[in-house]
């Protein structure tokens, strides 16, 4: 697939050269001709290589409320600052809980006495400290666990492990990532001790995908953790020799309590109406097991990139924009949260927000979330998009994380979607990592989004809902 | 590369059927229609999926002279006996040093803190309770740490991030191995404090290499761990920065002391010439991260499932066929060793020798190591192997791994050559575990094993050399 977006790519750029680089040349460009230069120049060197390499390099992981998040934030708001952007600043934002992970072991006591591969679940609890020791109920599925009555755990480690499908769009993800953020709940309703699921991912190495899970109310908070995949099938094979399985689990995570966290915030002042606003968002933090590249270094540096490529114009386009790049994400979308919490007297003045988080790409379809996905100018950012193998979408779009928020208080989103197939492969583990990334593959991605993001501030064009407008 | 070869393995089913099918039911067959039946069964099911399945489940990690290699020793041996081989039994022996792993944990203190993902060489020395923090001293290549002169590295951890290239036939390992057996010896000579190499490894995973060193008599012991390959290129990049990087490592291995392993062996005794052997080697022994599934429990599951094949005919070749399931091979071939010494005064006997150590397969050409490569009963073997794809060697064989004591008192060798392309993606990790296992690789092998085995041992041809003879 990759290389038929490679070549793809080359005749792309061919071909924008062609229509855009001359007439550039000659300072009579159109929009559409600028948008070509830069996707020409995005394609060949866009930058974003050189930002996620400093970020997790000099950074690496970057847990929601640690000091690395705020040594992220200081780094962000540096490069901002040096690369001359219009306004810089920071907003913080406080956090009922910082988490911090500990010890994590597991072992097969019987009847094959093995070590298993696991991280604790962001939030979870820590078991006793020597562990705790019990037989294992396994499920295959997550509805086999769900049909089981109250008590009839008791005592029991619960484990799921129900396989995740390999998906383009993250469907596969969707649709079971509530065994991971309810799973412990359920499992803890019915008495389970401590709770296992076969990691969210569609890898098959001995890395285990964390993850933030949530305790309902209603039940007591039982320690929670991902197998490597591996270590689930292993499991299934053992279970399936009929005999009692038991499992010793030990983790020693611990909460920090009340933390601070915070957005960085940068804008390029748009020329002609500076009050009207195309966002960009990316976050971050990042687990804790990686250096979080693809999640969501890449997002950081395909936004980064993209606005500093439309910084160095020699006119800001019409309309302001504004780069967020949101704290603590991963731990339940704090950072957007806060954000549409804080800024909630300017919601009219969105045009349109855009964010990056599933990956280095390629993008390969543009979805809008707007009042009329008709109207001419995103007519004109479709056909613009075109070249780079970007397909049209439907009007479904909700915001990618942390401008979901935003998104529900009706703010118009697009969503330029990021092929998401070997996504799942390293998401939330520890081979999240610098070496994942593939030059063609993250220059691709910050051609569309600089694409859109030039031609979204500089054409007329009004993508508000009639809701939004009303909060005007 | 296995697309091809699938596609090659039906054909010769097809062919092998068409061959063998009909004239083995009129019972008249010639010993080259006996090995196509065989190489047909093989294709389809040799059995080696459910040994392997059997060892990795069941008994999981078994690291040499500990319990779950004692508990391997009494799987295997149960196996055979249940079978019906005609001669079963174990061969004990002593290991000076038994060493267990213990935990393990490193991390950058500066310029960036971040964790680094590294394990214990087999046979390390721990470091103090509280770790050792230091300096590092990093080389890109070997060389470069061999050029240091003495005492240049007094007080650093000596770091080596060479890379290692994929090859087919393990040339990439073999030319780099040096850096893990001898680096620590080296680097100590120098003055370091501990050693850190990147993994002898092929993969771009957060998943380290082990594998044992040896520490000379003419330096002090230092700690040595292997960095999984993306902390190595991690640490290369931030030395490229220019600042002092400083380093904390902290294991805590141990030494058990003297220990026993044991080596399981079974026969099927030969009709005509019994005292004439034909003996294939594969070690029970593997490292502690993963559950050997390629190392070297394919091995063992594939010479198990031939041997078996060959006692399910109706009746025995005319040479006894001797599987020799070796322990301890891990830490320093110590079960061929020992096997080779307490076999001395029958070296006249064996015919050949052969082991599978390099996993899965397919086996894709046959290497002799024999007096003369043109005797005729070798030349039908490669025409019966030809049909699964295997292609004629050289004369070069040294047998592999456990068999290597032995072809050093010159017992004729054969080297059935595994597919090594992706062998060294899994090869001493947490990732060598059963799901890497593909059942049209493992039964190409097999097929190829019991095509050569049967063959050596039913038809007239003598492989040995001058040397070995005088030894009768």
Redesign the interface.
Known sequence: MFNNFNQLSVAAAALLFAIGGQNFAAGAETPEQTAAMLAQRASANSGAMEIL?SLT?????RLAGSD?EKNAAAWARQRFEKLGFDKVWVEKFPLAHGWVRGEENAE?IS?????L?VCALGSSVATPPGGIEAEVALFKTYDELLAMPTNSLTGKIAVVTQPMVRAQDGSGYSALNKIRTAGPGEAARRGAVAYLLRSLGTD????PHTGATHYPEDAPPIPAAALS??DA??LD??AA?GRPVRVRLRLTPHDLGPVTSQNVIAELTGREIPDELVLLGAHLDSWDL??GAIDDGAGVAIVMAAANMIRELPKRPRRTVRVVLFGSEECGLLGGKAYAEAHQTELSHYVVVAEPDFGQGPVYRFQTGVANPEEPSLKRIRAALAPLGVIPGDNNSGGESDVGPLAKLHVPTVTLELDGTDYFDFHH???D????IKPERINQSTAAYVVFTYLAAELDGDYRKPVALRTK
């Open positions: 390499n390099t000099e950074i690496g992981p690395a097969i009847p094959s006495p093995q070590p591969v098959s190495h001995r890395l995949v591996p099938e292993q094979r053992l020799l990686g250096t583990t520890p081979d990592t610098f070496d994942k």
